[in-house]
């Protein structure tokens, strides 16, 4: 579904600004700049990056997903090293082994094979000028509907921290603009009628529990609700999980229970 022969021809991932990661509004302003533990890339986003590593619209983004296909697997004693390849371009992606580990149990090192699907968690740095992906996590791609899911994620959180990006900008210029210039998670001074990036103060009460949670599958909809329960019925609370999860500002994790922000990637 997903033709690796267009690395180098068209489509919406071949313009070089697509993802905001190069010449980023505001770039100067580092100090400033917001931080997200993860994010989903392409891998065009990682080989123009600058040696900072990679940067969504004035975010800096700590440790990269990215989905590609393996096109070449070496194995060394200490190390693994693959070439992956996306619609966007190819790169290396080095895994470090603990051998003692592998020679006991032989699971140290990933199940898959030379043009398999992974999905791969890692952070981006420069070797002699080059980009490689120093993998923490490879997991193999049994769903081809998760290739879809990847850059449709991609494209969703470029379009999100760009609408973020100006928000800052707007707020930076005029503060007044914007609820006195508190922050966007803060509640106060806000009545019932107020929002904060489209959410109301009580759905910003559930917002800020998910976005909070530190746990890579997130939090579950029972500890939200034990801290919760004395401030709204449990239907209010659900409808507005529902309500959040249908705008695409969280997204359900492990299964239906656990649930992340999609800005915490």
Known sequence: MWNDQSVVGGGFFNSTNQFGNINTPNQAQKSTRRASRTAPIVIKQALQCGDDGVSIWGTDI???SVVARIRNIRMQSTKITYIIQDITGRMKAVLWIDQESMEEDDKTAPK????????????????????????????????????????????????????????????????????SGLPANSMIGLNENSSVNGLNPRQMMVFNLIRASTLEQGISKQDMFATLKDRMALVEFENILEWMCGEGHIYSTIDEEHFRATDAF
């Open 62 to 64: 700590q440790i990269v």
């Open 112 to 179: 898959v094979q030379v043009n398999d699907y992974i999905q791969v968690f890692g952070n981006i740095k420069t070797n002699k000028g080059k980009k490689l992906l120093m993998a923490f996590k490879i997991i193999p791609i049994i769903d081809v509907n998760a290739i879809t899911f990847h850059y449709l994620q991609c494209i969703n959180n470029k379009v999100k921290m760009e609408a973020d990006s100006k928000k800052e900008n707007v707020a930076n210029n005029n503060p007044s603009s914007l609820a």
